[in-house]
């Protein structure tokens, strides 16, 4: 018989370490999110024109900056300025004080959208230089004005070769590249047509999976209004406990895997290490998913589902190479 070994009195990694990897995996931090480069050299008129861009930024939708409820917040702009500096070419940087600015969209009845926000894989259609150039630098502009985080890759790079090829753009192995890349969702451009701009968008991202056609505002604005739709609802639903036994852990690379790809997992809070017995690895955590839809968003990473164990024990095993 093996012996239970407790995670905080034998494994010989620190507790912190687990907070620290579940911020950290498939989540990238947005820069600029409070603050904006605006032209206008007017101190109020700048703080406006800024405070309109951060809006649509923080709450995460389009017509932020005209939302009724945040009207006085626009109002009193320069209330919640930090910093504002005069460029040479007469524009004005702009930062904002962010606690105070969340606290007072959190008060007009609004919330923010998770600063930590997913990583988008975005894989482009082969193109040529002049066409491709145009295209990324269009998507890192309006997601600039979202306030998302992506990743763009060629189809015909190194780094996805093959991915839509063979049947290997289903969802589960789309988003299982976009992990191996560290992003947490997926974003795929298909030629529509002869107009180049008419590109047939796929998003796949755990919560969240649609599609759509358009040019690079349409495929920033669909992707972020999906993933935000999709935070809403893990963030407006109540916490379960759940435990969860991962076969196959067999040394700290695997065990790291694991914690990253829970960690990870929307709506996933507060992970513990209970015990370990051998290659079983035992852990308790909340999530404001379901068991299925957490099972859904671990599609294509190293944890595959084994079914349910007695008293409702989620159980998974470790597969390496994910």
């Known amino acids: 018989m093996h012996r239970t070994r407790e995670y905080l009195s034998f494994w010989p990694l620190p ?15 947005v820069p ?9 050299s007017e101190p109020q008129r700048a703080a406006v024109l800024a405070l309109r861009e951060v809006l ?4 995460g939708t389009r017509d932020a900056a005209d939302d009724p409820a945040l009207a006085g917040i626009l109002e009193d702009a320069r209330r919640y300025v930090q ?9 004005t940087q702009v930062i904002f004080d962010a606690p105070a600015l969340r606290a007072a969209i959190t008060a007009a009845g609004r919330t923010v959208w998770d600063p930590d926000r997913p990583l988008v894989w975005v894989l482009l259609p082969p193109q040529d230089s002049g066409g491709s150039e145009e295209l990324r630098s269009q998507l890192n502009a309006e997601a600039g004005v979202r306030g998302l985080p992506i990743a763009l890759v060629s189809a015909d790079s190194a780094g996805a070769v093959g991915v839509l090829n063979g049947g290997a753009s289903s969802p589960a192995a789309l988003l299982a590249a976009a992990h191996r890349a560290g992003a947490a969702a997926a974003l795929v451009a298909q030629a529509g047509g002869s107009d180049p701009q008419a590109l047939q968008w796929s998003l796949v991202a755990p919560g969240a999976e649609s599609h759509w056609a358009g040019g690079a505002t349409a495929a920033i604005d669909g992707a972020t209004d999906a993933l935000v739709r999709a935070a809403r609802e893990i963030e407006s ?4 406990d759940y435990d969860c036994r991962v076969a196959g852990v067999t040394d700290l690379q695997s065990f790291t895997a694991v914690l990253d790809s829970l960690g990870a997992a929307p709506g996933v809070s507060d992970l513990t290490v209970r015990a370990i ?3 079983q690895l035992t852990l308790h955590f909340k999530s404001r998913s379901s068991a299925a839809m957490l099972t859904r968003a671990l599609a294509g990473g190293p944890l595959r589902a084994s079914g349910t164990a007695g008293e409702g024990v989620l159980q998974y095993r470790f597969q390496s190479g994910h």
């Open 277 to 279: 017995e051998s290659d």
């Open 56 to 59: 649509v930024r923080l709450v």
């Open 32 to 40: 600029s999110l409070y603050g904006a480069l605006v032209p206008e």
């Open 15 to 29: 507790a912190l370490w687990l907070s620290a990897w579940m911020a950290a995996a498939n989540a990238a931090p």
């Open 237 to 240: 639903a109540p916490a379960s």
């Open 83 to 91: 910093v504002e500096r005069a460029t040479t070419r007469g524009s």
